[in-house]
């Protein structure tokens, strides 16, 4: 008989337009959340939006909290959980960037409560996934969390952010071609789980991506209305996968391992995005898509070179040559590469 069974967790509702932040307490309630509603933001989110966002459960007679923190961490999200259970809170509304939303999922996952994703920065797709990532010393973690009830994207706060982040959040979507393809690698050579539905889905969002990467332009709010869009339904894959393993590949390895050797280098989209250009090319060599994802990158402003990255061409070369020791997921980094190889792959797409 046959019992396999998969959890698919899915957010109810994804508010995504010009002016919704001002539909979060019609969004909440048809969640039929109750009790006291705790607002997580950070320092800037929490002036952008997360101010409007108590104010509105305010007016409609709630008796919200708010807490404001400073840094990705896994104290912030102890700090999360302490507040929320000492104020007893009954649902928890993460508000602003990556670091703010990460934060809320993972402690809304150890409290068992219910969790509003409201991003105020198209810059990664956790903003809708099942998966959380916070640095620790010289390493980022990424674990399972509490995906988000419902996701509400206006986008006219995400229009205003700073153009870098939204050029991140187009680099992580572009970067998925790369980690599906990893992930095939995988299913093939080592027999691991493979989602056709998810994949799928994880490279059309890439796709989408770069055929849309000329109409991506700074200021402009369907801009903004393209690449929530993208990141949603990376984030879908994810979940429907129950793995990162749609969006995360050999080049989420080389990024990371970039994050040890250079922490606070740049920005992780624009690190995947560099990665991916590398990746493709050893997926597939000159005739690949290495340069469709380059141009699409330098078509809406992300870095295409270690020199855009601020990171110097010999640490991209330690980074590709010992990504594959930072976690135990095979890509097309195998057992690793010789320096050689990683010079030929960096040299020939031009990233260094």
Known sequence: MFEKRTWIRLPRNVVVGHGVLGQTIEAVSELHLTGRPLVVSSPTPHDVAGKRVVEQFEDEGYDPSEIVIDEASF?????VIDHASEIDAGFLLGVGGGKAIDITKMAADDLGLGFVSVPTAASHDGI???RGSVPEGDTRHSVAAEPPLAVIADTEVLAEAPWRL???GCADIISNYTAVRDWQLAHRLKNVHYSEYAGALSQMTAEML???ADSIKQGLEESSWIVVKALVSSGVAMSIADSSRPASG????????????VPDGALHGHQVGVGSIMTEYLHSGQKGKWKDARDAL??????TTAD?????????IEALTTAHQIRDRYTVLGDGMSEEAAIEAATVTGVI
């Open 128 to 130: 809708v996934s099942g």
């Open 166 to 168: 939204t050029t991140a």
């Open 308 to 316: 855009e990255l601020g990171i110097d061409d010999e640490t991209v």
């Open 75 to 79: 104290d912030a999200v102890q700090q």
């Open 298 to 303: 330098a078509a809406i402003g992300a870095p």
């Open 210 to 212: 770069v055929e849309s």
């Open 250 to 261: 050999a080049e989420h390895l080389f990024s990371h391992q970039l994050d040890r050797l």
